[in-house]
């Protein structure tokens, strides 16, 4: 068992150097860390004899990185209507007015199911049915919308890969 102990105690400083590249703060990764080596230790009976003890704490480490991410921090509350939003510090109010142009910019067809998506994240095919459209355009729409929003919001334009400015479709050769 103190063999045992030992290697695990030997791994720390790894575990630490990939856990702060992993969170990116270093009392996120401290906390990590820990959470890592109490789980290794109450399942030490099932890291094999041998094996490389480093990247069985990492699979560890990364499982319950993934737990975390997919898991919200903090509970949060519904907002009503009427109640007031806090004030936004003058940057993120410059950004809520591009993101806001950027998005009355869109076509009516993929700001929808933009919003459908992203903010009452449905699902494409509950999208898909809520507008009468099949999956695929639901997915080239939304694509295409992402794509605009992005370059808008990046102050680039976006030209359409799939019609050329010099060859129309729609031009008759006579």
Known sequence: MQDERDRLI????????????????????????????????????????????????????????????????????????????????????????????????????QREILLLVALEEMSYEEVATTLGVPVGTVMSRLSRARQKLRAQMEGRSVVSPLVSPAVSPLKVVK
């Open 10 to 109: 030997a791994c720390i400083p790894r575990l630490r150097r990939y856990a702060r590249a992993l969170i990116g703060n270093r009392t996120g990764a401290d906390d990590l860390v820990q959470d890592t080596l109490e789980r290794g230790w109450k399942k030490l009976s099932s890291w094999q004899r041998g094996s490389d003890m480093r990247a069985w704490l990492f699979g560890i480490m990364h499982n319950l990185h993934i737990d975390q991410v997919r898991r919200p921090e903090m509970a949060t509350e519904a907002l009503d209507d009427d109640m007031p939003m806090p004030a936004a510090p003058h940057t993120d109010s410059l950004e809520m007015r591009d993101l806001q142009s950027a998005l009355a910019a869109l076509p009516a067809e």
